[in-house]
């Protein structure tokens, strides 16, 4: 995935990542050192991705779902975030192409891997966005939205009746 201890990238590893996301060799670069100062070891761990979200969810608890934004970013499965996973999830997070967003919402609500997404899973990211929501702003969605059970049974609605229009 890179020389994830060296301080600079390689070739091969650049010109893969020039060609599959929006950045030039001279931004990857710099993205390279400020990763590696940030994760000395070359891998940013589950735990300190958490942290980076609470920090922008101060109010609320965004573990849950951090921790499914990191597994559909852990595209090898192995606990950790590697410098090509970090700037392919940047990229698809700040201007990726709507083929690679869709498939990576999909991962995200595809829970268990297994290629298709129920219920149970849906009901499961919507919980963990719920955990993200502020209780003062939760008291305040409509009566058909506030709770994460009916937010997922009304977008399971929604996607039923739209797809028979």
């Known amino acids: 995935m890179g020389n994830t201890k060296s301080s600079t990238?390689?070739?091969?590893?650049?010109?893969?990542?020039?060609?599959?996301?929006?950045?030039?060799e001279a931004e990857l670069c710099t993205w390279y050192q400020s990763f590696l100062q940030e994760c000395p070891?070359?891998?940013?761990?589950?735990?300190q991705f958490e942290g980076i979200y609470a920090s922008f969810f101060p109010d609320a608890d965004p573990t849950a779902y951090a921790r499914h934004v990191f597994r559909s970013f852990d595209t090898n499965a192995d606990g950790t975030l590697d410098f090509k996973e970090y700037i392919v999830a940047l990229h698809l997070t700040s201007g990726g192409k709507t083929r690679?967003?869709?498939?990576?919402?999909?991962?995200l609500y595809d829970v268990d891997g297994n290629g298709t997404i129920s219920k149970?899973?849906?009901?499961?990211?919507?919980?963990?966005?719920?955990?993200?929501?502020?209780?003062?702003?939760?008291?305040?969605?409509?009566?058909?939205?506030?709770?994460?059970?009916?937010?997922?049974?009304?977008?399971?609605?929604?996607?039923?009746?739209?797809?028979r229009a």
Do not use: C, H
């Open 9 to 24: 990238l390689s070739k091969e590893l650049l010109d893969e990542l020039k060609s599959n996301t929006k950045y030039s």
């Open 41 to 47: 070891g070359g891998k940013i761990s589950k735990e």
């Open 100 to 107: 690679q967003k869709l498939e990576w919402a999909f991962a």
């Open 120 to 163: 149970n899973e849906i009901l499961e990211i919507v919980r963990s966005i719920f955990n993200m929501i502020p209780a003062e702003v939760q008291e305040n969605l409509s009566e058909d939205e506030n709770t994460p059970e009916k937010r997922a049974e009304k977008r399971k609605s929604r996607r039923v009746s739209s797809s």
